[in-house]
């Protein structure tokens, strides 16, 4: 196993096992070899994904709730951060979310081949998702390289039960995202965010934003994909 899993894995008092670690190498090399036949990636050195996939996906560990929880993945892609978060904590129940079709079978087939009873995936939108009856009912929302904030907060947030948390895993741009998403943030009933700094070789520019979920979403969001056409609220 990795030793920066574990060290990161430590920092939330998390102890990976060895099961634990092979199946994180394992979804590594399903994500690889099937990276060769669709774009879910752009890390295909493997030394580069254990750091900046695994290990970046389980710095998340520190601001999930200590016990049992929902936690759902919108934009799933590639299945990071929702799928070593869904190996380090097999108490969780993740529901990953991806609408391309080819994206989400492979997410489907990595948590089967991977006994993953505590996965499932969902091919709609996160909009749709938000309208059905899984409405405000996640203890927390994660998000990696899906979109700006303004529109993140949209998409993810309707998701979450008040009390809950959102996670967003976001770079350099952060401080200029946030500067003009704080509108809709309100709107959608999220509260003050917070940055906080991500301690990962070569990752200098990492950070998680956390917002809490202070209010109900009102009904009118999030806003189906053709009314608000890539445009976030104002």
């Known amino acids: 196993m990795n030793p920066l899993w574990l060290e990161v894995a430590g920092r939330a008092n998390v102890t990976l096992s060895e099961a634990q670690g092979n199946l994180l190498g394992k979804y590594l090399d399903l994500l690889i070899d099937a990276n060769k036949r669709m774009n879910l990636t ?3 050195d493997r030394e580069s994904a254990e750091r900046l996939h695994i290990a970046d996906a389980l710095t998340l560990l520190p ?3 200590p016990n049992p929880h929902r936690l759902v ?3 799933s892609g590639g299945g990071v951060p929702g799928i070593p978060l869904a190996i380090a904590r097999p108490d969780a129940i993740v529901l990953l979310i991806e609408s391309t079709q080819k994206k989400a079978a492979f997410l489907k087939d990595v948590a089967e081949k991977l006994g993953l009873t505590n996965v499932a995936v969902s091919e709609w939108r996160a909009e749709e998702v938000a309208r059905s009856n899984s409405r405000e009912s996640f203890d927390v929302a994660t998000a990696r390289a899906v979109g700006a904030m303004d529109m993140l907060v949209e998409w993810c947030l309707p998701l979450v039960r008040v009390g809950g948390t ?3 895993m976001k770079g350099e741009k952060v401080t200029a995202e946030l500067t003009v998403s704080g509108k809709a943030t309100k709107w959608v009933g999220g509260g003050k965010a917070t940055v906080h700094p991500v301690e990962l070789p070569g990752a200098d520019h990492h950070v998680i934003v956390e917002i809490p979920k202070i209010e109900r ?3 009118a969001y999030p806003r189906p994909a053709s009314e608000a056409k890539g445009k976030a609220i104002r």
Request: glycine share 6%.
């Open 42 to 44: 752009r890390i295909i």
């Open 63 to 65: 601001y999930l709730p």
């Open 73 to 75: 993945d919108v934009g």
């Open 166 to 168: 959102m996670l967003a």
């Open 217 to 219: 979403t009102h009904n």
